[in-house]
């Protein structure tokens, strides 16, 4: 039987979306107050689940204290109070939706957690509002 650990984790950001090929008209019809020529913010919630087994010795899949250390170092430093648009190198020409966000936060923490335990990641943007990557 597998078993599943979530760590939650919170950053603020802004970001506007847009795509720069298109006209104001289009990006306004796609992206609607999202397109705001200032940006706007979000409070996030970044939720990042392990799977595997439980270790006889330690009761644990995986140490949470850890999880939580890597979350922070490797995701959270990097984009909490950050223009997503133009602070964060490793989403430079991307379009900073939420399920951009959760697929660059997965390249970033799969190598970080021993392999096949990085089960999903979820980005809220909003309460109404997550993306979410699973491994299949």
Same mark, same amino acid.
């Given at each position: ?17 847009? +795509? ?15 397109? +705001? ?35 922070? #170092?490797?995701? =959270? ?5 950050? +223009?997503? +648009? ?26 970080? =957690? ?6 999903? =990641?979820?980005?809220?943007?909003? #309460? ?9």
């Amino acid at each position: 039987m597998k078993v599943m650990l979530t760590a939650r984790a919170r950053f603020s950001a802004a970001h506007r979306l847009l +795509n720069p090929a298109w006209d104001d008209a289009r990006n306004v019809a796609v992206f609607g107050s999202c397109y +705001n020529l200032h940006g706007h913010g979000h409070d996030y919630t970044l939720e990042v689940t392990v799977a595997g087994d439980v270790d006889p010795g330690t009761g644990m899949i995986l140490n949470v204290k850890e999880l939580k250390r890597v979350v922070d #170092e490797k995701v =959270i430093a990097r984009v909490d109070h950050k +223009n997503l +648009n133009f602070d964060v190198p490793f989403l430079e020409g991307q379009n900073p939706t939420a399920e951009t966000l959760a697929l660059a936060f997965w390249k970033i923490l799969e190598p970080e =957690i021993p392999a096949g335990r990085l089960h999903e =990641i979820r980005v809220l943007e909003t #309460e109404n509002n997550v993306a979410t990557v699973r491994r299949d």
